[in-house]
């Protein structure tokens, strides 16, 4: 089954505490990207991958790092999250120009 | 003038209604327009999906896409309480994969 897989789904931490959201995709698409959807604000597109080893900012890239050393995989580093991190993350992945497939989404909580 | 503007809702209709949702954009650069479907709690799912102006009909859903208006539609025809979701358009120029989306409107179908 095609699919887009993010983890954890769910994740409450503290300021300050390196978090790592993973993303994966069996559908061998060159595209992968992150959003964050916060209400009234829809969704922003944080980071973007055209390839492997290939990786560029988006709309709201501050606070984030991104990597991509394999093609199906593309986490979304927090160094040092804070309050305003809190927010739903989606991982999406796509040929290029086509549409994207979304992952089930990461409810992350930074107290 | 912003890239996107969706109406914001929420709007609440008895089973049965038609449904009209709406989206205006101002890049020329957007060649394919799309709707998603998310329910709560869940990734943006793939809807609709045009390249051309005029309608594209998938049983009971038909986009509409006025280029020279530069405004995308999808309808909804006999709603279902199923059908009870946030609607999102978004929009690819082609050159690259970025998706650019509207900020959802929360559709209510009431039995």
């Known amino acids: 089954e095609a699919q887009v897989t993010q983890n954890p789904r769910y994740l409450i931490t503290v300021t300050g505490k390196k978090l790592t959201v993973t993303c994966s995709q069996n559908?061998?698409?060159?595209?992968m990207s992150w959003y964050r959807q916060d209400p009234g604000l829809g969704l922003r597109q944080i980071y973007y991958s055209m390839n492997v080893e290939v990786t560029d900012k988006g709309d709201v890239p501050e606070g984030y790092k991104v990597s991509r050393k394999e093609k199906r995989n593309f986490p979304l580093i927090l160094e040092s999250p804070s309050p305003n991190q809190t927010s739903l993350y989606f991982c999406a992945s796509s040929r290029p120009g086509q549409v994207g497939y979304f992952g089930p989404g990461t409810r992350l909580t930074v107290l | 003038q912003k890239e996107v503007e969706q109406d914001p809702g929420p709007l609440s209709v008895p089973e049965g209604a038609i449904v009209s949702l709406n989206c205006t954009y101002s890049n020329s650069a957007f060649q394919y327009f799309m709707w998603y479907r998310q329910y709560s709690r869940k990734g943006p799912e793939l809807l609709m999906y045009?390249?051309?102006?005029g309608n594209k009909e998938d049983g009971r859903f038909t986009a509409q896409v006025d280029k020279s208006s530069k405004y995308i539609s999808l309808f909804i025809r006999d709603s279902q309480p199923s059908d009870s979701a946030t609607y999102l358009c978004a929009f690819l120029t082609g050159a690259n994969s970025k998706l650019t989306f509207g900020k959802g409107i929360t559709l209510s179908v009431r039995p």
């Open positions: 045009t390249y051309s102006s």
């Open positions: 559908m061998n698409h060159e595209y």
